[in-house]
């Protein structure tokens, strides 16, 4: 009975602080028209339910009715518009955020972080299915995550969006004009997503969490403007403002050249949040003397890619320091290492910022970066070689960078398929699902005496990890052999000149 859902859900509003109790009739009658009821019963006793099946129940409702298709693109697009109804105005967010923020940054998150989800612009009940484990490496606990929170299109809802009228608005998914924006085939609805406005470097930037959430508080800043991004001075100046901002948080940029930069270079953005990763507790192996900046901590990161950490209690002292190596590299050349810094023309090295504090002192991770491509090597040089695409062949970014492997929706079958197959005897080459993780897989036989049921989970989660490992050793553009580290410390001596 859809009057029974829509109680639940004004009630299930009330007690998350969504709505107050003089909103109830008002919230009601919104409902009512959204779902084309000229009539309320008032409901009594309705048992609590989660928010999940409530909406699920309200959008089974709406195609019984033909007001919505029964296609997850359009039951997504009208449970968000059903949201958005409970869902206060940006200037009622924005003005209970810094209220709390003057008790603390950290009660502010935690605030915002709930409310996000409680809106269901964070969609909990998808986020859980996201599979996840953890792999020991030499390098610390490796993040291993396979993303199934992201719904799939089904075929005619992928009809109609070739088909559907192309729009310029908002620009990007990224962009500010998605606060409250309705959506369509081709663009997430987000009716309930709001924003906090926040300033970095003198510009006006806004602060949200990631509907995908790979991990606790994954949030976002962005520009106000949509304008692409770019490593600069000024990105190392906003990062430090972002922490003087949110000390409990760190915050990073994807790299500005494609194939080692994130998914949406258009829009200049950073991610951040309040996550402990692997590269953070990575310790400083080699130290470093710099000319002029005697002051400053810099050390040659433990880590499979190739990282130089600078540490100090100013931060601005850092942002200099930071420009000063991110320059040189961008036109360093050293062919014995294979590090060009352009052909013909093309620009190839950049970096990966991570900022964050500990304690009292102000941190900057640099990741080098190189986009080079060969012919052995047509989609990067320095990015996963062809034998580990059957696990990764997607660009290396900020998360991966730090030690989380955002892994494809494919592998939980896939996976499930080839464990099927150790523990059977099953010609893995025989199925489609696991003869592209063959060669990997029959490896296991010499590393492993026997594979049961028990521990073939144990055993494939592990060797991703592995994987994942190898990965990010290829993106390395200093390898960690004896050689390798000899090019690392050559460039790092170049400052000093």
């Not at 028209?33 to 309705?46: A, R």
């Not at 089904?154 to 409250?180: H, M, R, T, V």
């Not at 900020?398 to 197959?421: H, Q, S």
């Amino acid at each position: 009975m859809i009057e029974q859902e829509i109680t639940k859900l004004v009630k299930y509003g009330v007690e998350k602080g969504l709505l107050k109790q003089e909103d109830y009739i008002y919230t009601i009658n919104r409902l009512l028209e959204l779902f084309y009821l000229e009539e309320y019963q008032k409901q009594e006793n309705c048992d609590n339910t989660s928010l999940e099946e409530i909406l699920n129940n309200m959008l089974d409702y709406a195609v019984k009715k033909n007001i919505i298709e029964d296609s997850i693109v359009y039951r997504d697009l009208f449970d968000t518009k059903i949201m958005g109804l409970l869902t206060p105005c940006p200037s009622q967010v924005i003005e209970r955020f810094w209220t709390l923020y003057k008790q603390s940054p950290q009660k502010a998150t935690k605030w915002y972080y709930e409310f996000s989800q409680d809106t269901n612009y964070i969609r909990r009940y998808r986020i859980s299915k996201d599979k996840k484990w953890v792999t020991k490496t030499e390098y610390g606990n490796l993040d291993i995550t396979i993303n199934l929170s992201k719904p799939e299109k089904d075929p005619k809802a992928i009809a109609a969006a070739k088909n559907a009228k192309k729009s310029s608005y908002p620009k990007c998914q990224l962009c500010k004009e998605n606060e409250g924006y309705a959506g369509g085939i081709n663009h997430p609805a987000r009716q309930n997503h709001r924003m906090i406005p926040i300033t970095m470097a003198g510009e006006k930037w806004y602060f949200q969490y990631s509907p995908y959430v790979y991990y606790n508080e994954h949030c976002i800043a962005l520009n106000q403007k949509h304008i692409p991004m770019t490593i600069n001075r000024n990105t190392f100046e906003k990062l430090f403002d972002f922490i003087k901002l949110f000390p409990h948080y760190f915050i990073g940029s994807n790299a500005d050249l494609p194939i080692v930069g994130g998914s949406i270079l258009s829009h200049d953005h950073f991610q951040g949040g309040n996550y402990p990763f692997a590269m953070a507790s990575a310790p400083i192996e080699k130290k470093y003397i710099i000319k002029d900046f005697e002051d400053v901590e810099v050390g040659r990161v433990k880590w499979p890619m190739s990282v130089i950490r600078i540490r100090h209690k100013n931060p601005e002292r850092l942002v200099v320091l930071g420009d000063k190596i991110l320059q040189k590299w961008r036109n360093y050349t050293d062919e014995q290492a294979f590090i060009f810094s352009q052909t013909k023309g093309e620009p190839h090295s950049t970096i990966t910022p991570i900022a964050r504090k500990k304690k009292d002192m102000f941190e900057l991770d640099l990741v080098l970066r190189n986009n080079i491509t060969t012919k052995e090597h047509p989609l990067g040089v320095y990015h996963p070689h062809q034998h580990l695409h059957h696990i990764k062949k997607e660009n290396i970014g900020l998360i991966e960078v730090m030690g989380l492997a955002v892994l494809p929706a494919r592998l939980k079958e896939e996976l499930e398929a080839v464990k099927y197959a150790l523990i059977t005897a099953k010609n893995l080459r025989e199925d489609e699902k696991t003869a592209k993780h063959a060669d990997w897989a029959e490896a296991f036989s010499k590393k492993y005496d026997t594979i049961t049921e028990d521990t073939v989970s144990e055993i494939v989660e592990k060797e991703v990890g592995m994987v994942f490992q190898e990965v990010l050793s290829h993106a390395g553009v200093f390898k960690r052999t004896q050689k390798g580290l000899q090019y690392f410390d050559r460039f790092v001596q170049t400052l000093n000149e």
